[in-house]
T-cell receptor, first 114, second 113 residues
Framework: QQQVKQSPQSLIVQKGGISIINCAYENTAFDYFPWYQQFPGKGPALLIAIRPDVSEKKEGRFTISFNKSAKQFSLHIMDSQPGDSATYFCAARYSGAGSYQLTFGKGTKLSVIP | KAGVTQTPRYLIKTRGQQVTLSCSPI?????VSWYQQTPGQGLQFLFE???????NKGNFPGRFSGRQFSNSRSEMNVSTLELGDSALYLC????????????FGPGTRLTVT
């Protein structure tokens, strides 16, 4: 119930292409869905986040698409650049009885080749 | 504004020992959360502190504990270390708590031998 399933595990995209990472969840008590980017040797950095009452959010080249009925959300990276090569994590926040907890997907290692 | 800082960055300990990790949140942030990151399990939530009170706790044994001080700095302690405790321990701070807009530190890499 607390799981967030992320796919693919790894992704290779040509420079200028679109990178798409998908996540699925089961628990309808999740109420906040952030994406994090992590470079080797660094902590994850918040990239973009969405709440379930919104179907899409765009910030620069990064877009989250959210499908509440299917319990799925995805990250699209437009015009992918070699500097985008990193590991991406989706997450979902559980809110219940005054308790909040982020559950993370297992991560997607993105490689953007020139 | 300075980011989240964690000390030490690297640590090697022996099984059975205990360890204390430190986290200084972004100035003005009152919430600190701790996570364990391993290749097999990914990022797992340990606990969250807000205004010196533990508000949330993940599914970890009692050997893992923490505290938060009045200046919002937080420490995490692991007693009776096991080989499986080898991981990157990440601290994240946020202004409002509740896991919204968390900013992570670089982590402490703990190796248990």
């Amino acid at each position: 119930q607390q799981q967030v399933k992320q796919s693919p595990q790894s992704l290779i995209v040509q420079k200028g292409g679109i990178s798409i990472i998908n996540c699925a969840y089961e628990n309808t008590a999740f109420d906040y869905f952030p994406w994090y980017q992590q470079f080797p040797g660094k902590g994850p950095a918040l990239l973009i986040a969405i709440r379930p009452d919104v179907s899409e959010k765009k910030e620069g080249r990064f877009t989250i698409s959210f499908n509440k009925s299917a319990k799925q959300f995805s990250l699209h990276i437009m015009d992918s650049q070699p500097g985008d090569s990193a590991t991406y994590f989706c997450a979902a926040r559980y809110s219940g009885a005054g308790s909040y907890q982020l559950t993370f997907g297992k991560g997607t290692k993105l490689s953007v080749i020139p | 504004k300075a980011g989240v800082t964690q000390t030490p960055r690297y640590l090697i300990k022996t099984r059975g020992q205990q360890v204390t990790l430190s986290c200084s949140p972004i100035s003005g942030h009152r919430s600190v959360s701790w996570y364990q990151q391993t290749p097999g399990q990914g990022l797992q939530f340990l606990f969250e502190y807000f205004s010196e009170t533990q508000r949330n706790k993940g599914n970890f044994p009692g050997r893992f504990s923490g505290r938060q001080f009045s200046n919002s700095r937080s420490e995490m302690n692991v007693s009776t270390l096991e080989l499986g405790d080898s991981a990157l321990y990440l601290c994240a701070s946020s202004s409002a708590g509740g896991s919204i807009e968390q900013y992570f530190g670089p982590g402490t890499r703990l190796t248990v031998t």
